[in-house]
């Protein structure tokens, strides 16, 4: 067979002037028109819209859980094979002579900001407590939920859920890009990565297509993480003292308090996508770091220290044990009480994260290769998969071990297990405080709203970046300051008109199934590279090229 040289070209065109000079016509306006056509029918028709959506959302939750489970398991896969193999693992994502841009904290800050860092600050404690109550350990009867023997369960689920898999996710669709981008010349795009499979066919329809869809699951992906956001935002601001008008009698947030934080959040996300990644977002990466790195600090010191260290050490260790079986196993409804809980579960934890993550990717992966000029394969692997892993595994076990073992012991009485999920870690750091200082108990918390803002911006602002460059095919030149305002607008009032209609559960539905689509892109993302990689293996024996003489 004849192996040819890598494609080094790909022509996309773009408008030579106009409103849309430097951006593809044939992807912005589609998903504009797909996003407002998205928001207008939500707010138009809340009652039908909602209703569509959850039959769309049930079926797709019962006919594709396999698929979703499965296609998961292959990018933590293809992750660990490309890093420890050494042909793949060396190479560099870029020329032998690029430079990393960013320094090793600045990289690694700004790949978990934008990855998980919102969710991460609600769920660390929330899940946790979630687990120890109820897990598929409780549902087949093998131990009793809030009890000390279903500690080890409640994180073995919960390192499965932030774990390895959700930064398989990104790191696939961030090592396809940077490697096509930076070794093969190819534009920053979402296109660019299927060039083995598909070719020069790539510039025309098909890749417009791709990018389209790359683009509204992004949109989809980040309103579910700022939806968390903005609840929890709500919950620490009300704590603050602001007001009671941020709450409805349910003790949710109110329709005001939705527009108010969105408006504080998209209007700041703006601002700091217009300054760019080298400022803006770089700065606020490095605070939301520090910030949570005082925060872990504190739950360590003040917290169940040994408590987190035991649930650390056994959660590990009963994670790794469990791993082939938490990836590729899968319950499917066979008409028993326990069998249709556990498929039920399993749709609304593992198949609902999955579909998470892989509606996050094209955001973070995008955002990833961007930032990881000059790494290395493994390099990439270990600072994009494994590190942000084990961060989230201290968060878990140190904050939720916290309100886990305050609560076991009934030291808490229910304080923490009774609020919302997003208010949950302000109630533990209120009850942890409080008795000692009402002033450090209300400084604590404003710290957390801070940290929780330059979250929320930085990933709000890197995905209006992001879009913009997927819209302008790869290209970060033009300034395009009001297609970034127009992303951003639009940004909140997805997650603004989802909230209103249907809560959470909205953006939930629309996000499951936004990502189905994008998920498929990722496998073939996934035969490109490992194609690729192979063919250059070839290509080295035989003296042939397999990057462009210069990449600019």
């Excluded at 998205?38 to 009652?47: G, N, Q, S």
């Excluded at 302000?426 to 409080?434: D, G, I, L, P, Q």
Aim: glycine share 10%; proline share 3%.
């Amino acid at each position: 067979m004849e192996i040819k040289e890598p494609i080094t070209d790909l022509p996309i065109g773009t408008a030579n002037s106009g409103f849309y000079s430097g951006f593809i016509r044939s992807v912005t306006l589609p998903a504009k028109f797909i996003i407002t056509a998205l928001i207008l029918w939500a707010l138009a028709f809340p009652e039908g819209s909602g209703s569509i959506l959850k039959t769309i959302n049930s079926f797709i939750l019962s006919n594709f859980a396999t698929w979703y489970i499965w296609v998961v398991a292959l990018f933590v896969l293809v992750c660990v094979v490309l890093a420890a193999w050494p042909p793949a693992g060396r190479l560099k994502l870029g020329l032998d002579s690029d430079k990393p841009e960013f320094s090793s904290f600045s990289w690694f800050s700004m790949m978990f900001g934008a990855g998980i860092g919102v969710g991460m600050l609600t769920w660390s404690v929330a899940e946790p407590m979630y687990h120890w109550n109820n897990n598929p350990e409780v549902i087949q009867g093998l131990v009793a939920g809030a009890t000390q023997e279903n500690i080890r369960n409640a994180y073995k689920w919960s390192f499965l859920h932030w774990g390895f898999s959700a930064w398989a996710c990104y790191a696939i669709v961030g090592l396809s890009l940077a490697f096509f981008s930076y070794r093969r010349n190819l534009p920053l795009t979402i296109r660019s990565a299927l060039t083995p499979l598909f070719g020069k066919s790539l510039s025309g329809t098909l890749g417009h297509i791709i990018d389209i869809v790359a683009v509204v699951a992004t949109i989809l992906g980040v309103a579910q993480t700022l939806g968390f956001g903005v609840e929890q935002f709500v919950a620490g601001v009300h704590r603050i003292g602001v007001g009671d008008w941020l709450l409805n009698d349910a003790g949710t947030a109110s329709s005001a308090a939705i527009m108010f934080a969105i408006v504080v959040i998209m209007g700041a996300s703006t601002l700091s996508a217009l300054s760019g990644v080298g400022k803006g977002i770089k700065w606020l990466s490095n605070i939301n770091m520090v910030l949570s790195i005082l925060l872990l600090g504190f739950f360590i010191i003040f917290g169940a220290t040994w408590f987190g260290l035991t649930a650390m050490f056994y959660g590990l260790i009963d994670y790794a044990v469990a791993l082939p079986d938490l990836l590729f196993g899968v319950w499917g409804k066979d008409g028993t009480e326990v069998g249709d809980k556990l498929a039920g579960w399993q749709g609304s934890w593992s198949v609902f994260y999955w579909a998470w993550w892989v509606a996050f990717a094209p955001f973070v992966g995008l955002f990833l290769a961007r930032i990881s000029k000059g790494r290395s394969v493994r390099e990439f692997v270990l600072g994009a998969m494994i590190i942000p892993s084990i961060m989230c595994f201290v968060w878990f076990t140190w904050a939720g071990g916290t309100a886990i073992d305050l609560e076991l012991n009934g030291m808490a009485n229910g304080v923490i297990a009774k609020v919302t999920d997003g208010d949950k870690i302000f109630a533990m750091v209120n009850y942890m405080v409080e008795p000692i200082s009402s002033t450090f108990s209300w400084l604590m918390t404003v710290m957390i709203v801070v940290l929780l803002i330059t979250y929320l911006v930085t990933t709000a602002d890197s995905a209006i970046l992001v879009i913009n460059t997927i819209n302008a095919a790869g290209d970060e030149g033009p300034k395009a300051r009001l297609h970034i305002i127009f992303w951003g607008v639009a940004l909140g009032l997805v997650v603004a008109a989802l909230l209103l209609v249907g809560g959470l559960q909205a953006i939930k539905t629309a996000m499951v199934i936004g990502a189905l689509p994008f998920s498929l892109v990722m496998v073939l993302m996934c035969i490109s590279l490992v194609k690729a990689i192979c063919r250059d293996g070839l290509r080295g024996k035989e003296n042939m090229r397999t990057t462009p003489d210069t990449v600019d």
